[in-house]
Antibody
Framework: EVQLVESGGGLVQPGRSLRLSCAASGFNFDDYVMHWVRQVPGKGLECVAS????????AYVDSVKGRFTISRDNAKRSLFLQMDRLRPEDTALYYC??????????????WGQGTLVTVSS | DIQMTQSPSSLSASVGDRVTITCRASQNIDRWLGWYQQKPGKAPQLLIY???SLPSGVSSRFSGSGSGTEFTLTISSLQAEDFGTYYCQQYNSYFRTFGQGTKVEIK
């Protein structure tokens, strides 16, 4: 069974840092591009950061460039999001996800349960 | 980044109605488009991939069409359990982008 389990969320003051982790199991982790997707409660989905299987390419939504860093450890089957200089507008539920991948000719798409980040003084 | 624009932003329809949601990409994405359904408090679920393919287990009342920059999700006969918010997502590039969502309500 595929599992993506996020951790590391919580309440943090503006300007501070937080590091999210995602533990993956049940699939070949190093075969897939991985993503962090966030959702402000009651709002839409936003892909915040993506990383290729061997970490040679990383991409970010404009609003987090220079503040967030995505990384992965394939040996430990783990995905990370280092969030620095946090702002109130970063408050959201953060999902670790495999988005529209492929396995055996079919779709391979899985999401974690999310971890809530609240940025407030 | 590739921008995705959905319409309408919300709709209300009756059980049995045919429902259509449109998604436009800011540049050619071939057929690298997926559709998701999200219900309150739950993670999104993939309904369609490669513009028109159904993952196993997804009802055949859902269908997708389109290529290039114009795409459509159709629910052939709306059911009560189809309420929720629907999102398109492009995967022409490894960095994904989503449409803003279409909220579907049952009359």
């Amino acid at each position: 069974e595929v599992q993506l389990v996020e951790s590391g969320g919580g309440l943090v003051q503006p300007g501070r840092s937080l590091r999210l982790s995602c533990a993956a199991s049940g699939f070949n982790f190093d075969d897939y591009v991985m993503h962090w997707v966030r959702q402000v409660p009651g709002k839409g989905l936003e892909c915040v950061a993506s990383i290729t299987w061997n970490s040679d390419r990383k991409a970010y939504v404009d609003s987090v460039k220079g503040r967030f860093t995505i990384s992965r450890d394939n040996a430990k089957r783990s995905l990370f999001l280092q969030m620095d200089r946090l702002r109130p507008e970063d408050t959201a539920l953060y999902y670790c996800a495999i988005l529209t991948g492929e396995l055996g000719g079919g779709a391979f798409d899985h999401w974690g349960q999310g971890t809530l980040v609240t940025v407030s003084s | 980044d590739i921008q995705m624009t959905q319409s309408p932003s919300s709709l209300s329809a009756s059980v049995g109605d045919r429902v259509t949601i449109t998604c436009r990409a800011s540049q050619n994405i071939d057929r690298w488009l997926g559709w998701y359904q999200q219900k309150p408090g739950k993670a999104p679920q993939l309904l369609i991939y490669k513009a028109s393919s159904l993952p196993s287990g997804v009802s055949s009342r859902f269908s997708g069409s389109g290529s290039g920059t114009e795409f459509t999700l159709t629910i052939s006969s709306l059911q009560a359990e189809d309420f929720g918010t629907y999102y398109c997502q492009q995967y022409n590039s490894y960095f994904r982008t989503f449409g803003q969502g279409t909220k579907v309500e049952i009359k």
